[in-house]
């Protein structure tokens, strides 16, 4: 099948990972997996705004450059970064020294506590966006996944979020995010992981 390959071990697994071992760790044991920690998910959606234009495989090897460089994505640390902050932050060459995605992670920071005061966490507003199985592709195949980079939902969820005053969240960051963060199981028809991460679902209690 066209986006699946087997591995060294006989699983069949998504492409993307492309046989290197921390890429399909990530794959296997995260990617999809369903989130509520507050902080982890402020982590994962400041680190899709930091992929735009670039690999996921660059963020994840200097993932844990950017979790020292921002308090481990306590958003409440974060928030109250100052010019010095961000100019540490611009000098670290161990992660993306992009100052508009910088200073955009401390706007969001503060964004988040507003979020967080109003729905009780950031996990409840998130996971309001939650799409409805007929807003599911019925078959989950390489071609659905390319053809689909962002989807009503993720339009609607971009829109709320930059009404609020986060930036870099465009449709296409917030469908990645919600992959990673297991809103949605994207893992492809014949993957290993699709029906681990269904009963992960079924069995997970929305917040």
């Known amino acids: 099948m066209t986006g699946i ?17 921390d890429y399909r760790r990530y794959h296997d044991e995260e990617w999809g997996h369903p989130v509520t920690d507050d902080f982890r998910l402020f982590e994962k959606i400041c680190l899709e705004g930091f992929q ?22 306590d958003f409440e640390k974060v928030a109250v970064f100052g010019e010095d902050d961000i100019a540490r932050c611009v000098a670290d060459a161990g992660i993306i020294r992009h100052r508009g995605k910088i200073v955009s992670t401390i706007n969001n920071a503060r964004r988040a506590i507003v ?30 996944l390319r053809a689909n980079p962002t989807t009503p939902v993720s339009t609607r969820l971009s829109k ?34 699709q029906p681990e991460i269904d009963r992960l679902r079924k069995d997970f209690r929305r917040p």
Not at 5 to 21: S, V
Not at 52 to 73: P, Q, V
Not at 174 to 192: E, I, P, R, T
């Open 5 to 21: 390959i087997e591995g060294e071990d006989g699983k069949f697994r998504c492409a993307w990972h492309g046989g290197l071992e």
């Open 52 to 73: 735009s234009g670039l690999s996921w495989l660059t963020i994840l090897r200097k993932r844990e450059n950017f979790r020292a460089a921002f308090a481990g994505f």
């Open 115 to 144: 979020l967080r005061d109003e729905f009780g966490s950031l996990a409840r507003f998130f996971w309001s966006y939650e799409p409805q199985a007929h807003e599911r592709p019925l078959v989950m195949d390489h071609e659905t």
């Open 160 to 193: 709320d979020l930059k009404k609020r005053g986060w930036t870099f969240v465009g449709p296409t960051t917030v469908y990645a995010f919600m992959q990673a963060m297991g809103m949605v199981n994207d893992h492809l028809d014949g993957c290993f992981c």
